[in-house]
């Protein structure tokens, strides 16, 4: 080999990422979790486009959407859908107070104060749509 | 007052004899105030010379001696082992490197990277020297102040999942620094780094897992800072959509 000649590079080991790494700490679970709810929001819309589609096909499609409405699966669905969806929205809230920290907006509002504002008018907004909903 | 023995059982790798790393448990003393380093150093000089580590200033600002402790990213020199009794302790490299040898990672990568962004201050046109220095306000110091912290030890690089599944990504501390520039009122240069912070390996490429704000040893908040550069970089697009538009 002469002088000039760089000496082989020795050979390095790249560490693999495992599939488990989600599982191996409580912030990524969560993470993981968050992103997940996606999936299942995404599926519920479906739901929804399809019950507007079977509106649209006359009244016994609409009877038979229904009954699928009720069937245990469906119900079952829901109610984990709605779980996510809780969920996805209290973990969205309580990043508000670190990114209204960062816009540099709202120094003096406390972080408790500003996720349980938010927390409030969601469910006051909800509760009001919902009854507008109930209503007619 | 925990005084006794504790077991390490720490990862080795010998590319010039193995081909992946193995583990290797070594029993040494330990009191209330042994941080993991001080076991390390105690192993080396008392039981296998062989073992291989980085360290430097054993006070939390050299930013060498990170590794991994029972999972997670931390700075060796800041901690205790007493927190880890009964133990065993697994000590391995930080995660997302390459290994060179035993708790010896490549970072390279991280060095060009840091480089890319260029972290110094850039002004369209130097002041001469007679002109005095560059003033700032305390207040306009306090914008930045944090992310001048950084200590480039890579635990917020160990700790992303983004970085080893895309290894372009430039990643927690490069973009924190340079948003530590970006923010500063004597800089200029926010326009020049947007090649590198605001193209698809950069901001964009955070899915805002937000760990490497947990581990920072230096309560940096790189997290944070990908977030406000993400922002900066959506009405920077904005703008440029409706200046073309303009000049049209």
């Given at each position: 080999?002469?002088?000039?000649?760089?000496?082989?590079?020795?050979?390095?080991?790249?560490?693999?990422?495992?599939?488990?790494?989600?599982?191996?700490?409580r912030?990524?679970?969560?993470?993981?979790?968050?992103?997940?709810?996606?999936?299942?929001?995404?599926?519920?819309?479906?739901?929804?486009?399809?019950?507007?589609?079977?509106?649209?096909?006359?009244?016994?499609?609409?009877?038979?959407?229904?009954?699928?409405?009720?069937?245990?699966?469906?119900?079952?669905?829901?109610?984990v859908?709605?779980?996510?969806?809780?969920?996805?929205?209290?973990?969205?809230?309580?990043?508000?107070?670190?990114?209204?920290?960062?816009?540099?907006?709202?120094?003096?509002?406390?972080?408790?104060?500003?996720?349980?504002g938010?927390?409030?008018?969601?469910?006051?907004?909800?509760?009001?749509?919902?009854?507008?909903?109930?209503?007619? | 007052?925990?005084?006794?023995?504790?077991?390490?059982?720490?990862?080795?790798?010998?590319?010039?004899?193995?081909?992946?790393?193995?583990?290797?448990?070594?029993?040494?003393?330990?009191?209330?105030?042994?941080?993991?380093?001080?076991?390390?150093?105690?192993?080396?000089?008392?039981?296998?010379?062989?073992?291989?580590?980085?360290?430097?200033?054993?006070?939390?600002?050299?930013?060498?001696?990170?590794?991994?402790?029972?999972?997670?990213?931390?700075?060796?020199?800041?901690?205790?082992?007493?927190?880890?009794?009964?133990?065993?302790?697994?000590?391995?490299?930080?995660?997302?490197?390459?290994?060179?040898?035993d708790?010896?990672?490549?970072?390279?990568?991280?060095?060009?990277?840091?480089?890319?962004?260029?972290?110094?201050?850039?002004?369209?046109?130097?002041?001469?020297?007679?002109a005095?220095?560059?003033?700032?306000?305390?207040?306009?110091?306090?914008?930045?102040?944090?992310?001048?912290?950084?200590?480039n030890?890579m635990?917020?690089?160990?700790?992303?999942?983004?970085?080893?599944?895309?290894?372009?990504?430039?990643?927690?501390?490069?973009?924190?620094?340079?948003?530590?520039?970006?923010?500063?009122?004597?800089?200029?240069g926010?326009e020049?780094?947007?090649?590198?912070?605001?193209?698809?390996?950069?901001?964009?490429?955070?899915?805002?897992?937000?760990?490497?704000?947990?581990?920072?040893?230096?309560?940096?908040?790189?997290?944070?800072?990908?977030?406000?550069?993400?922002?900066?970089?959506?009405?920077?697009?904005?703008?440029?959509?409706?200046?073309?538009?303009?000049?049209?």
């Open positions: 080999m002469s002088a000039t000649e760089r000496p082989q590079p020795t050979p390095v080991y790249s560490q693999p990422l495992p599939a488990t790494w989600w599982l191996t700490n912030h990524y679970f969560f993470y993981v979790v968050r992103e997940l709810t996606a999936l299942f929001i995404a599926l519920f819309l479906l739901l929804y486009l399809y019950g507007i589609l079977q509106l649209e096909r006359g009244p016994e499609a609409y009877a038979a959407f229904l009954r699928l409405l009720r069937s245990p699966g469906v119900v079952f669905f829901n109610v859908a709605l779980l996510l969806a809780v969920y996805h929205t209290v973990t969205w809230f309580s990043l508000t107070p670190r990114l209204q920290k960062l816009l540099g907006a709202g120094r003096g509002a406390p972080d408790g104060a500003v996720l349980s938010s927390l409030v008018a969601w469910l006051l907004l909800s509760a009001l749509i919902g009854w507008g909903l109930l209503r007619g | 007052m925990a005084d006794g023995t504790i077991e390490l059982v720490v990862s080795r790798y010998d590319p010039e004899r193995e081909t992946e790393p193995r583990t290797q448990s070594y029993t040494v003393p330990y009191t209330d105030e042994t941080v993991v380093l001080d076991a390390l150093n105690d192993v080396k000089e008392n039981q296998d010379g062989s073992l291989t580590y980085r360290w430097s200033c054993r006070m939390g600002i050299c930013g060498s001696c990170g590794m991994t402790v029972n999972g997670t990213p931390k700075l060796t020199c800041a901690t205790l082992l007493r927190d880890y009794a009964p133990g065993p302790v697994r000590i391995e490299p930080l995660m997302g490197f390459p290994v060179i040898r708790l010896v990672v490549d970072i390279g990568d991280f060095m060009e990277k840091l480089q890319a962004i260029k972290p110094w201050i850039i002004r369209h046109e130097e002041l001469p020297l007679e005095g220095e560059y003033r700032q306000t305390p207040e306009e110091r306090d914008r930045y102040e944090q992310y001048s912290r950084c200590i030890c635990l917020c690089y160990a700790a992303c999942p983004i970085y080893p599944i895309h290894p372009e990504f430039v990643g927690p501390a490069a973009l924190a620094l340079a948003q530590r520039y970006n923010l500063d009122s004597r800089d200029e926010a020049e780094r947007r090649d590198v912070t605001a193209a698809e390996p950069g901001v964009w490429e955070c899915m805002f897992v937000g760990e490497c704000s947990v581990v920072c040893p230096k309560g940096v908040d790189p997290a944070g800072a990908i977030q406000q550069m993400k922002v900066a970089s959506t009405f920077d697009w904005y703008r440029s959509l409706l200046g073309r538009k303009g000049r049209r």
